[in-house]
């Protein structure tokens, strides 16, 4: 076990070390050639080199330029690109010669140079994959690897790329439907401080001249101006480091993660679009890692991250401990209390007819038209109680700056 352990703790050292090396020279033809190697140093990339019969002429070390990254999207059209082309019967380097060529983002185009000089320097692809964690998680690793021993990597990467396309929609709607009020309320926020900082001053210096007293309403807002003229930085700081702090919070410390995913899926609006979409990603990747042919307890070490909420990941942990130990399924995910009975029955079905994946996919796409629905309603929602909102916000505070001026029309 330590051996082990010191074995893998010194690879991750050697590739920290390492770096991307660009170099040039002349192959055995004397043609002109050049490429990149990731390498811990130059001299090891022309030794390298040299062994492939490569006279090199230069060898320098890469500068990785700034602003652009590579996304979700990337990896998505990148997979997609890639089964196609594999199913067609184009080579594998090739295949990454094409993509890398065309992608559109220079950060891409890096990445999968790094993976293509690596596999044709004897690394499988999902090892390729595996040196680039930020893109391409365990899950991805897993299926091409399962592919690639099982020799149907072509077939595996069309399931993969349809897997990533479902999650990559059903994260969209969620965005989308978490924008349009989150959107308002800050416009509304912005809107609020405006009015507070500069257009209630002009107002109260009039109504210093009325010489009268002035309605409660009023006076509540002057004061409350009065307070944001005088401490604006204070409040918008306090907000920012708020939010910021938060933020941190909860990408750093799981603690932190699995109270806010408790809070997301009780919420009283959003909580149920929430979970629909949880148990749509959970059903989805189990169903896709399943049906590639991985054992049932290793697919589900990777299933709970793929759920995207800590509550299922805590779930899934016990679920693979029961299953492990001999429970079914079915019975281990009833023992965890977060799924509806319409799932428990469609796994059960599938456990008894040998049809897991099959019913685990019918489930997911059962959960995935649920959650359009939900954000279609959510937006019929939401629009006529945002509306009351703002109007109530911002009518209030005109209507206290109007008073005044109404009662002093009255007495005219």
Same mark, same amino acid.
């Given at each position: 076990?330590?051996?082990?352990?010191?074995? =893998?703790?010194?690879?991750? &050292?050697?590739?920290?070390?390492?770096?991307?090396?660009?170099?040039?020279?002349?192959?055995?033809?004397?043609?002109?050639?050049?490429?990149?190697?990731?390498?811990?140093?130059?001299?090891? &990339?022309?030794?390298?080199?040299?062994? $492939?019969?490569?006279?090199?002429?230069?060898?320098?070390?890469?500068?990785?330029?700034?602003?652009?990254?590579?996304?979700?999207?990337?990896?998505?059209?990148?997979?997609?690109?890639?089964?196609?082309?594999?199913?067609?019967? &184009?080579?594998?380097? $090739?295949?990454?010669?094409?993509?890398?060529?065309?992608?559109?983002?220079?950060?891409?185009?890096?990445?999968?140079?790094?993976?293509?000089?690596?596999?044709?320097?004897?690394?499988?692809?999902?090892?390729?994959?595996?040196?680039?964690?930020?893109?391409?998680?365990?899950?991805?690793?897993?299926?091409?690897?399962?592919?690639? $021993?099982?020799?149907?990597?072509?077939?595996?990467?069309?399931?993969?790329?349809?897997?990533?396309?479902?999650?990559?929609?059903? =994260?969209?709607?969620?965005?989308?439907?978490?924008?349009?009020?989150?959107?308002?309320?800050?416009?509304?926020?912005?809107?609020?401080a405006v009015i507070m900082i500069f257009v209630i001053p002009q107002f109260k210096s009039i109504f210093k001249s009325f010489g009268a007293d002035l309605p409660a309403p009023t006076v509540m807002v002057i004061a409350m101006s009065d307070f944001f003229v005088a401490w604006w930085y204070v409040i918008f700081g306090a907000i920012g480091a708020g939010i910021y702090g938060l933020l941190a919070a909860w990408k750093r410390s799981e603690k932190v993660q699995i109270v806010m995913d408790r809070l997301l899926l009780k919420a009283p609006v959003f909580g149920d679009l929430v979970r629909k979409a949880t148990i749509a990603r959970w059903t989805r990747t189990l169903s896709t890692m399943f049906a590639a042919g991985v054992p049932l307890v290793e697919a589900l070490e990777s299933v709970g991250g793929a759920a995207g909420n800590h509550v299922y990941k805590i779930a899934t942990r016990q679920i693979q401990g029961e299953v492990s130990t001999g429970t079914s399924l079915t019975v281990a995910m009833q023992n965890a209390n977060v799924f509806p009975t319409m799932v428990l029955q469609m796994v059960s079905i599938g456990e008894e007819s040998g049809q897991l994946d099959t019913m685990l996919s019918k489930v997911a796409d059962f959960f995935e038209r649920e959650v359009d629905d939900s954000v279609d309603a959510l937006s019929s929602l939401l629009e006529p109680l945002i509306m009351v909102f703002l109007g109530t916000l911002i009518g209030g505070l005109v209507i206290a700056m109007y008073l005044p001026i109404f009662k002093l029309g009255a007495v005219v």
């Amino acid at each position: 076990m330590a051996t082990a352990a010191t074995t =893998k703790a010194a690879r991750k &050292v050697a590739a920290a070390k390492e770096a991307i090396f660009q170099w040039e020279g002349k192959d055995k033809n004397g043609k002109l050639v050049r490429g990149e190697m990731r390498a811990a140093g130059e001299a090891l &990339v022309q030794m390298t080199l040299r062994r $492939q019969g490569i006279v090199v002429a230069k060898v320098k070390k890469r500068t990785f330029r700034r602003g652009s990254t590579v996304k979700e999207k990337d990896i998505v059209l990148f997979t997609r690109q890639l089964a196609t082309m594999m199913k067609a019967g &184009v080579p594998l380097l $090739q295949s990454f010669d094409i993509v890398a060529k065309g992608a559109a983002n220079p950060a891409v185009g890096r990445m999968l140079t790094d993976i293509r000089n690596d596999v044709e320097t004897g690394s499988s692809l999902s090892q390729a994959f595996r040196a680039h964690p930020a893109q391409f998680d365990s899950l991805y690793c897993n299926l091409v690897a399962a592919g690639e $021993q099982a020799g149907i990597l072509d077939a595996l990467l069309d399931r993969l790329a349809t897997y990533k396309e479902k999650i990559l929609a059903i =994260k969209g709607k969620i965005k989308s439907a978490m924008f349009y009020p989150v959107s308002v309320v800050v416009v509304a926020i912005i809107v609020t401080a405006v009015i507070m900082i500069f257009v209630i001053p002009q107002f109260k210096s009039i109504f210093k001249s009325f010489g009268a007293d002035l309605p409660a309403p009023t006076v509540m807002v002057i004061a409350m101006s009065d307070f944001f003229v005088a401490w604006w930085y204070v409040i918008f700081g306090a907000i920012g480091a708020g939010i910021y702090g938060l933020l941190a919070a909860w990408k750093r410390s799981e603690k932190v993660q699995i109270v806010m995913d408790r809070l997301l899926l009780k919420a009283p609006v959003f909580g149920d679009l929430v979970r629909k979409a949880t148990i749509a990603r959970w059903t989805r990747t189990l169903s896709t890692m399943f049906a590639a042919g991985v054992p049932l307890v290793e697919a589900l070490e990777s299933v709970g991250g793929a759920a995207g909420n800590h509550v299922y990941k805590i779930a899934t942990r016990q679920i693979q401990g029961e299953v492990s130990t001999g429970t079914s399924l079915t019975v281990a995910m009833q023992n965890a209390n977060v799924f509806p009975t319409m799932v428990l029955q469609m796994v059960s079905i599938g456990e008894e007819s040998g049809q897991l994946d099959t019913m685990l996919s019918k489930v997911a796409d059962f959960f995935e038209r649920e959650v359009d629905d939900s954000v279609d309603a959510l937006s019929s929602l939401l629009e006529p109680l945002i509306m009351v909102f703002l109007g109530t916000l911002i009518g209030g505070l005109v209507i206290a700056m109007y008073l005044p001026i109404f009662k002093l029309g009255a007495v005219v």
